[in-house]
């Protein structure tokens, strides 16, 4: 049964990097038939996708973010990160990590992160 | 990008009766080489991340209760619980996957 375990600082100022680890356990990045996505969901709001590292190591992202986001991979450390810079109160949210079994494109979520809550204020 | 439109925004419903959630596309989610809509379901309880339900807008992801059942297709989904139960009180969400980027609908909160 696969895990997806978040790290990363609740707090983050105004203008400064976002930056959130996922941890997976019971499965590797590297491995065939998943890609590796991250997600936000604002209070009280609805879950907007942030993008997605490929097994190969290659990253799509929603292009409302596109130019503040980088998502990378350990394979090491079978992990994969998010960066998010520039960051303004809009973008304070929770932050999921997740899997995407491939069936497709673009593809549901199977298995969820515990999500971070981050705050973005000075 | 696609839009995802839920209805109602919230819903109360008795025990052991049956709810009954909408959702509807902007553009159509049937991909017809493969005659498979591109939707997906959620549930999420406060404090947790969002729990897979249903895929292929009606297929039931494995150990999801056979009280939860998808239907519909093109721009117009469903997700059916046949018989509340207490557990079942959370928010509820679809996801189109048919194209880039992937979106959700805002939400269906679900009562007693």
């Known amino acids: 049964q696969v895990q997806l375990q978040q790290s990363g600082p609740g707090l983050v100022k105004p203008s400064q990097t976002l930056s959130l680890t996922c941890s997976v356990s019971g499965g590797s990045i590297s491995g065939g038939g998943y890609y590796w996505s991250w997600i936000r969901q604002p209070a009280g709001r609805g879950l907007e996708w942030i993008g997605r590292?490929?097994?190969?190591?290659?990253?799509k992202y929603n292009p409302s973010l596109k130019s503040r986001v980088t998502i990378s991979g350990d394979t090491s450390k079978n992990q994969f990160s998010l960066m998010l810079t520039s960051v303004t109160a809009a973008d304070t949210a929770v932050y999921f990590c997740?899997?995407?079994?491939?069936?497709?494109?673009?593809?549901?979520?199977?298995?969820w992160g515990q999500g971070t809550p981050v705050i973005v204020s000075s | 990008d696609t839009v995802m439109t839920q209805s109602p925004a919230s819903l109360a419903v008795s025990l052991g009766e049956r709810a009954t959630i909408n959702c509807q596309s902007s553009q159509s989610l049937l991909y017809t080489s493969n005659n498979k809509n591109y939707l997906a379901w959620y549930q999420q309880k406060p404090g947790q991340p969002p729990k897979l339900l249903i895929y292929?807008?009606?297929t039931r992801e494995s150990g999801v209760p056979d009280r939860f059942s998808g239907s519909g297709s093109g721009t117009d989904f469903t997700l059916t619980i046949s018989s509340l139960q207490a557990e079942d009180v959370a928010i509820y969400y679809c996801?189109?996957?048919?194209?880039?980027?992937?979106?959700f609908g805002q939400g269906t909160r679900l009562e007693t």
């Open positions: 997740a899997r995407e079994p491939v069936a497709g494109t673009d593809n549901w979520f199977d298995s």
């Open positions: 292929w807008a009606s």
């Open positions: 996801q189109q996957y048919y194209s880039s980027p992937v979106t």
């Open positions: 590292l490929y097994t190969s190591g290659y990253t």
